[in-house]
């Protein structure tokens, strides 16, 4: 990153939290990645039934479309990491790899970037670790 683009991702953050501030001054502390505990992963048969064929078209199973979300993340920055964490939980409950989410983020760099692939990769690397602790 830029010296120029850190220092302004760093008053747009010091904005938003202004922002929760005067909105609460309790969301001032809140740790975004205290809200995995909220959403554990789902069961497989439910992720199916959200992410695959019961509410969806047919053509694509729940593992596919959480690849794909995985793909989409990523190519916006990887910035989403609760929701890309999440994801990957969720892919992996789906039934995917750690390889095929792996080759998922390697494929977005194309369109993303290195640096996007490269933090995506690290989340999915502690998204991994974390799973192997439980």
Do not use: C
Not at 1 to 6: A, E, G, P, S
């Amino acid at each position: 990153m830029t010296d120029q683009f850190q220092k302004m991702f760093a008053q747009m953050m010091q904005s938003g939290q202004e922002m929760a501030r005067a909105f609460n001054p309790a969301l001032e502390h809140v740790d975004s990645r205290a809200f995995e505990k909220l959403i554990p992963t789902m069961p497989a048969d439910v992720l199916e039934m959200w992410f695959g064929r019961t509410f969806n078209r047919d053509g694509l199973d729940a593992k596919t479309r959480l690849l794909l979300t995985i793909g989409a993340i990523t190519v916006q920055g990887a910035l989403a990491e609760p929701q890309l964490r999440l994801s990957i939980r969720h892919a992996l409950e789906a039934g995917a790899t750690r390889r095929e989410i792996a080759e998922t983020i390697y494929q977005m760099s194309m369109f993303a970037g290195l640096p996007a692939m490269q933090k995506a990769l690290d989340i999915a690397a502690r998204v991994y670790e974390e799973e192997d602790e439980a």
